[in-house]
């Protein structure tokens, strides 16, 4: 056999471990043949997976009393004891943390405010952030397996880099590097909205389905895919800039240096430009929801108006993310999701109107106004599942 079919057969065990270990973890304690029928594999495929995994203590196997007549049934489980895990999301105005276990429990969560969100900055805090929240964790010298960390923009996961980011000023920024020489731990990257996608496949609206996008909104308008099963980054981590998509040459500056993106035209910069525009001062994105909530009068309508528009832009958008790749749900998800009620009839208006054939009925809408610890737990979900993978390869 050559070496690119051993590799090729390495990638797709590790990839398949990966999958048992969310699914046991997500939905155990689970038999070997509910865990096949799962995942849609022959019976002897889980069972020859399983042994590193068992034999590494990543999962245990336990007798479980019988319903009725016949003989205990053995239930797979993961240990959570195994390791711990630390989860990190770094935001133009905080760093928010986690440390979980390896059943990505939560023990400790953090937040770090940040002055200004320069590389140096921003992964200082990190830094003293996952100091603070391993000090909460027993034994945490001996146990810490690595520290996960989601950053939007361009993300080069295998480099630990960020070769781009519009909402921080990132260009051409070594994440991981700094941050393991400070922590003295290995250091996961990725796209910040990928991590929220792993942790709505493992806890959240993705678990029933195996193509689905996050798509956030708020001060960008970010989107992760998982496909068939997979998180999908693309040729070089770029998948998912739904934000950037050019809708409007003639548009709005976007935060990019290009005109008329999607962001330009639903982010909340977007909102907020339109009531400028109007005359009615307005501070930040929460006063404008405020507005478009209160009482009957001018500034009420024009900034329901505002969010209206935004929502059309958006549903224009993510009807061509339907056509392109015919999606079975969308999670709209981030800050700015607490104001769906404001522009969600307008998104999914234009959803419907723009979509091909039936796109848009293929593709069931959910919000879910994700808190920041999510986001950081998916970054250790992240870890997780890399660790997994690597460890009993």
């Known amino acids: 056999m050559s070496p690119s079919k051993i590799r090729f057969s390495e990638l797709v065990s590790e990839q398949t471990r990966a999958e048992i270990f969310a699914t046991v973890l997500t939905a155990g304690p689970i038999s070997r043949t509910q865990l096949a029928q799962r995942l849609g594999l022959v019976p002897s495929s889980v069972t020859r997976m399983l042994p590193p995994l068992l034999e590494h203590d990543y999962l245990r196997e336990s007798d479980t009393a019988p319903q009725g007549r016949g003989?205990?049934?053995?239930?797979?489980?993961?240990?959570?004891?195994?390791?711990?895990?630390?989860?990190m999301k770094i935001g133009p105005a905080q760093v928010s943390g986690v440390v979980t276990d390896m059943a990505a429990n939560v023990?400790?969560?953090?937040?770090?405010?940040?002055?200004?969100?320069?590389?140096?900055?921003?992964?200082?805090?990190?830094?003293?952030?996952?100091?603070?929240l391993l000090a909460e964790a027993p034994e945490a010298a001996d146990r810490v397996l690595g520290?996960?960390?989601?950053?939007?923009?361009?993300?080069?996961?295998?480099?630990?880099?960020?070769?781009?980011?519009?909402?921080?000023?990132?260009?051409?920024?070594?994440?991981a590097g700094p941050l393991q020489?400070?922590?003295?731990?290995?250091?996961?990257?990725?796209?910040?909205?990928?991590?929220?996608?792993?942790?709505?496949?493992?806890?959240?609206?993705?678990?029933?389905?195996?193509?689905?996008?996050v798509v956030t909104v708020g001060p960008g308008i970010g989107c992760g895919l998982l496909l068939d099963g997979a998180l999908y980054?693309?040729?070089?981590?770029?998948?998912?800039?739904?934000?950037?998509?050019?809708?409007?040459?003639?548009?709005?500056?976007?935060?990019?240096g290009r005109r008329g993106c999607l962001e330009a035209l639903a982010g909340d910069r977007a909102v907020l430009r339109h009531l400028q525009d109007a005359g009615i001062p307005c501070g930040d994105i929460a006063e404008a929801i405020d507005l478009a909530r209160g009482e009957g009068g001018s500034a009420r309508t024009v900034a329901r108006s505002a969010f209206t528009e935004a929502g059309t832009a958006l549903g224009r958008g993510i009807a061509?993310?339907?056509?392109?790749?015919?999606?079975?749900?969308?999670?709209?998800?981030?800050?700015?999701?607490v104001a769906y009620d404001l522009f969600g009839p307008a998104m999914t208006a234009a959803m419907e109107a723009q979509a091909f054939s039936t796109a848009a009925r293929d593709c069931d809408i959910h919000v879910d106004p994700a808190r920041h610890d999510l986001w950081a737990r998916g970054a250790a979900c992240l870890v997780i599942r890399d660790a997994v993978g690597a460890a009993i390869s």
């Open 71 to 87: 003989r205990p049934q053995k239930m797979l489980h993961v240990n959570p004891d195994k390791h711990l895990v630390v989860g």
């Open 107 to 132: 023990l400790a969560r953090a937040e770090e405010p940040i002055a200004d969100c320069t590389p140096e900055t921003a992964l200082s805090a990190a830094a003293c952030l996952t100091g603070r």
């Open 147 to 175: 520290v996960g960390v989601g950053v939007s923009g361009h993300v080069d996961s295998a480099a630990g880099t960020c070769r781009y980011s519009a909402l921080l000023d990132w260009n051409k920024v070594d994440v």
């Open 181 to 213: 020489a400070a922590t003295g731990l290995p250091v996961v990257v990725n796209n910040d909205v990928n991590t929220l996608v792993v942790a709505e496949r493992w806890f959240g609206e993705g678990r029933d389905v195996d193509s689905f996008a």
């Open 233 to 256: 980054s693309g040729a070089t981590g770029l998948a998912g800039e739904l934000g950037h998509l050019p809708l409007d040459p003639a548009g709005p500056m976007c935060s990019c």
């Open 320 to 337: 061509g993310m339907c056509n392109l790749l015919n999606l079975q749900k969308i999670i709209i998800a981030g800050e700015g999701a």
